[in-house]
């Protein structure tokens, strides 16, 4: 009787454990005085011609040293150069206000700056703020970054009448005529290895020599603290719209990011190594990643230490974006405490999409995903990579892609990590694949439920060098059925009622010789064809079936 209490109150106890380890984050929220000021009191000039760079950052100083409070930027068009925000200060757009970021590139000075987790020189950003409190951009109005200035493009992500229209606006071509750059200097720097990372042997005249190629974030926060931003739309920005790095009390809501869908770089947002986040009711339609969590690359990112965490995203649409939410691939100081509900994805390339690669090291755990709905999504609808190669998830035509070679390496801390993922009630209506595992042969992805789902797809699930994956109440309604589930070097994984199409050719294949322990339940496999195929030294060792 009293190991019976015990085994009660010791599961008791557990389920308290798990249920405070799912609890959202607290996040704060940044308090304003109701003080307000015009931009126009400092002499700005809403005629889309009159540079009113002075005149902006003057009344945000002066409103900041009196204890802040609201800068208006009425209705207009209003030109202007780089934007720092102060303590203190809620930026106000109005309804029919237009921040409008010159496409004069001398008006953006080289400053040390962070890009994709590494310490570089970049353009200065439109708008910034550093070790700044209390700050807010809000309101009805639009911030464009005049991003097509910036970017380079190929010939294949525009139409024959865009491309021609490129061609005439200047820029130069590259030697196989497939990629148009903004200038010389871009060109320059494209063909080099990280050519904006500070080391001591480049100077002033070297960065200068690329500066084209150094484009800026059109938001970046760093090291902030209780942030908001509400209402206005951010777009067309020069490489990532909204970067949030190292920030505290960070509160998205009622956004909307706006990228061509072909922008290089042009993510949504990136909330890089940041604690307690709030993104909610926000629209993202971009050109690359839209929802992503990031914290470092590499061995800077080691060393920096600062994982994103205590993140909630909910009530958000994608439209146009290479992932819908993304962790990766620079998280290298880790990413856990993460919690993503009621999103929409839209003809977004990838729905959940969380990648890394050899080299970056870091933690990836602890993430709680309910409740995503997609449509038509052209790769996978869940994907975990741990071979991420940086390129566009979907192959353009005439492209060729090498699958990465398979080989053992050493664990250190440079090995990636991918475990304790909660992902459930998915809803997918048309992808190219269901579900994508694909973790390392030394480090597996691992320990993942995925539950309650209907994917509708060309093919089912792949899941290679992967352990701990649970796969439970899923229908797959895949049209290529040859096999529906494919297992790769993987073990511990539970198939439990997985429903798929009537006249399957072939429901499980399982191959690999360190494949194993493998469950499958309450799977009516005789709908099949054949029920399951082992290969290249996997045997009927490796499963057990216990079906209805």
Known sequence: MKKVILLKLFTIAFLFAFAQKEKPPVIKFPVFKKDTVSIRKYGAVADGNTLNTKSINATID???????????????????????????????????????????????????ANWEGLPQMRNQSPISATNASNIAITGKGIIDGNGDVWRAVKIDKLTESQWKKKLASGGVLSDDKKTWYP??????????????MISPEKDAAFYQSIKDFLRPNLLLLTNCKLVLLEGVTFQNSPAWCLHPL?????????????NPWYAQNGDGIDAESCKNVLIENSVFDVGDDALCMKSGRDAEGRKRGMPIENVIIRNCTVYAAHGGFV??????????????????????????RFKTTRGRGGIVENIFIKDIYMKDIPAEAILFDMYYMAKDPVVLAGEKRELPKIEFKNVDETTPQFRNFHISNVYCNGAEKGIF????????????????????????IDVQEASGISFKNIKIISAETNPVIDIVQSDKLVFDNITYKNGAELLFRVSGDRSGNISIKNIDASKAKEKITYELGATDKSVTINNR
């Open 246 to 258: 190292m920030c505290e009390n960070l509160t998205v809501r009622n956004v909307f990011v706006k």
């Open 183 to 196: 200038s010389e200097g871009f060109m320059k720097g494209s063909t080099m290895q990280n050519p904006g």
């Open 62 to 112: 002066a409103l900041s040293k009196k204890g802040g409070g609201v800068v208006l930027v009425p209705s207009g068009l209003w030109l202007t150069g780089p934007i720092i925000l102060k303590n203190n200060i809620n930026l106000h757009l109005a309804g029919g206000a237009t921040l409008l970021f010159t496409a004069d590139k001398n008006e953006y000075p080289l400053v040390e």
């Open 437 to 460: 595992i694909r973790g390392l042969p030394e480090m597996h992805v691992k320990d993942i439920v995925l539950e309650n789902m209907v994917l509708q797809a060309t093919r089912g």
């Open 327 to 352: 962790i990766g691939s620079e998280m290298s100081g880790g990413a856990r405490n993460i919690y993503v509900s009621n999103c929409t994805f839209i003809g977004t390339d990838i729905g959940l």
